[in-house]
């Protein structure tokens, strides 16, 4: 599975990754992808066309349902968050290991993420931040000296990470690099208007403005600018609601079972 590129500072297992790659590709029977950008670099590395298989993420849709009006009502008791609140999440692992992470793991963005909280706090009136995941410390300290209202809880099943994904009002996806990230089809499935940037699978998933809002790395300003729009905008939330939720549908694990089928096929044997 190869999911990073080569040249990335904060991750040097991707490079070297790609160069046992170049050096023997002869010695690799198949690779999955989860998107095009890496499709084409690891053909550049050398690896025979039929030894790649492009296999997206997929999204569970029974474990992530749709969130009516009274899910988010219930999710924001059950965790504690204020009714009146606009609520921005933020699940994904960015510091470096598994203990509190007050390294960032940049490559996830998280630099990023603060700047664009601390923004969205001078500007919007009741702004609270929803966390979850392991390793958020670089985050939490972050926006503990900026003085940024946030909660960081943990879910420990995949019906606690969507009463999470219930609570919310946006989700934010800041990262320089991914190989999806799930969250997105994780987001789209629940309702939750997403902003995130092009990268990975992300940049295949959203059709800008139609699902979701697609921008740049980096570009804190159009990811302020976006979330602030999600805010005001009734009928942009109720569009992305109906037109994500088609994309999660269409992208349901089931639907890949015959890709995952046939890159499998000869090295796991059919009962």
């Known amino acids: 599975y190869m999911h990073g590129r080569?040249?990335?500072?904060?991750a040097p297992e991707f490079d070297e990754a790609f160069d046992a790659l170049r050096r023997r590709p002869d010695r690799v029977a198949r690779v999955q992808v989860t998107h095009g950008e890496m499709h084409e670099l690891v053909l550049a590395a050398g690896l025979a066309p039929e030894r790649v298989f492009r296999i997206p993420?997929?999204?569970?849709?029974e474990h992530f349902p749709l969130g009516e009006a009274s899910a988010r009502e219930r999710a924001r008791a059950a965790l504690g968050l204020p009714r009146?609140?606009?609520v921005v999440g933020s699940f994904q692992k960015d510091g470096v290991g598994w203990g509190e992470g007050l390294e960032p793991?940049?490559?996830?963005g998280p630099d990023v993420l603060v700047a664009v909280l601390e923004r969205l706090d001078a500007s919007v009136g009741e702004l609270v931040v929803l966390l979850t995941g392991p390793a958020r410390g670089y985050v939490r300290r972050e926006l503990d000296r900026r003085g940024v209202s946030y909660k960081h809880v943990v879910a420990r099943t995949?019906?606690?990470?969507?009463?999470?994904?219930?609570?919310?009002?946006?989700?934010?996806?800041t990262s320089r690099q991914e190989g999806g990230p799930k969250a997105v089809l994780e987001t789209m499935a629940t309702g939750v208007p997403l902003v995130t940037t092009r990268v990975g699978q992300a940049a295949e998933l959203v059709e800008h403005e139609r699902n979701a809002a697609l921008v740049d790395v980096e570009d804190v300003d159009a990811i302020v600018a976006w979330t602030e729009r999600v805010r005001d905008d009734g009928e942009l939330r109720d569009r992305w609601r109906a037109a994500g939720r088609e994309t999660a549908e269409a992208h349901a694990q089931e639907r890949l079972d015959p890709r995952w089928s046939e890159l499998l096929s000869g090295f796991v044997e059919r009962p």
Do not use: N
Request: cysteine-free.
């Open 6 to 10: 080569p040249g990335t500072r904060s």
């Open 57 to 61: 993420l997929g999204i569970d849709l």
């Open 84 to 86: 009146s609140a606009f």
């Open 105 to 108: 793991k940049l490559v996830k």
């Open 158 to 173: 995949r019906d606690e990470l969507a009463r999470a994904y219930h609570a919310l009002d946006v989700y934010l996806s």
